[in-house]
């Protein structure tokens, strides 16, 4: 049972935790902190949130858990905020989608509360955005990574896990690099090929509306283009050295397929595609 | 009001067609043909066709509307075999992704057919096939491109473009080419872009099950990578030259967002994921 929870960043993910852990009973008082107001008084309104407070120190105050679920872009400062204010024993967890970046700037900004830091990443989201979103049962059988690093306090990392538990989700340890070179593949190669496609497409679209000559999978394939640019090019630099490298394997991969099509080696095509087809019915 | 519709190849689309025009009134029997009676019988039982034959021959005897519905590897035989026997007021279409293969089959094939022969293409479909997948409701406010040559019968277009109508389709005319780039863009590009993303990650797993660190976007962004195989062979080889010209295209997309991440040209990505955000927002 977490006394008192501090949300930094009432959004989809951090109101989402708050729903799920006050549904639980899993924490007796959630305090909200965001840079707007408004989306604090909505949290309230909805019952996200118990109270929010406007500034860090006065919403992180004797908080046992303190969630930054704020963009990519916003750690540092927000770090710099904490270290001055927190207690003692309070525990730190993020829901950053990038874990290297995030440890490296912690250890820069955090201080004497490092060892209470735990990073993580409940993957888990929507293309909605917003405390409107959020929804007590997103982290239900999701999995969620935590990166604690040899400096980390086990107790802490236990608190955290527990957290997670209690909303739903199946929580795994990893080395922060492991964890942003796999999420690199699945995630953030797959968005940026859905902008990149989308954006071809709005560049041939002059006198023929090629979007209205696409079916039910082209809106599949695509709805994830619908993220947020901000977001998305954020974790593109944040995680910058993996995407690089995960880009340079996918372009390689194409020009095979690409070649193996111009050359009509069929054999190639057909194993690749059987290959594909078999890995995504067994997901 | 067609008299006798005959469906060569009872499956997805084949079957989608028979009972929308069946469920409007719009043709008073559907004679089936297919290489597997398995099929058949199924689509007699599901009153899809009225009944079926097991020649084409057979099947296209007196038939005022030929429909093939058959994968892109089939067309030459089964145009052979309909030069052969059909009546000679039949017209006769088809439901092929790629155009202008097909009307270069047709015009070998087809001989005193020919100006009957409309080259159609619904752009409607499911990861699901076979007959049991089909539905009266498929092509309602589907887009329907007939790609008539300078040598098409305009009566027979009319017929057929009503035939759509019937069945609920928006129905549009293009040149065969024109129709082939977009669709190479629209959908071939897109299906072979999950094809290779599934495949890369396949490869990448080994120990770590990188499957399971997958939200809903990667389901939704690789569904279609569960598409036929053999199909999507067909379609990339019957369609070579467009495809490997939008890959082409597709790969200089992809290298100057790789670049623009590498050298963190902030401007550039954020001008692009806005850019591709807006058009799939929009679409």
Redesign the interface.
Known sequence: MINRLCIIGVGLIGGSLARALKAKGACHEVVGYSRQVGHLQRAVELGVIDRYEQTVADAIRNADVIVIAVPAGAFDTVFAEIADAASARAIITDVGSVKESVIRSAAMYLEHHLARFVPGHP?????KTGVEASDAGLFVN??V?LTPTAGTDPGAVKIIRDMWNSAGADVVEMDAG?HDR??A???H??????????????Q??GK?D?????????R???????????M??DI??AN?DA??AV?????A???T??KA??Q?D?RF??S??????Q?????
């Open positions: 993957i888990a989201g929507s293309e999701a999995k990574v492991e796999i999420l593949a699945t995630s190669l797959p968005h940026l090929l859905a902008f990149a496609l989308v954006d071809l497409l709005a041939m679209d023929t090629v979007f209205s000559y696409t079916g039910g999978g082209f599949d394939f695509t709805r994830i283009a619908s993220g947020d640019p901000q998305w090019h593109c630099l910058r995407v690089v880009i340079e394997s996918y372009r991969s194409l020009d397929l690409g099509i111009e009509e069929s095509i057909t690749m595609f059987i290959r594909a087809k890995a995504r019915d067994r997901f």
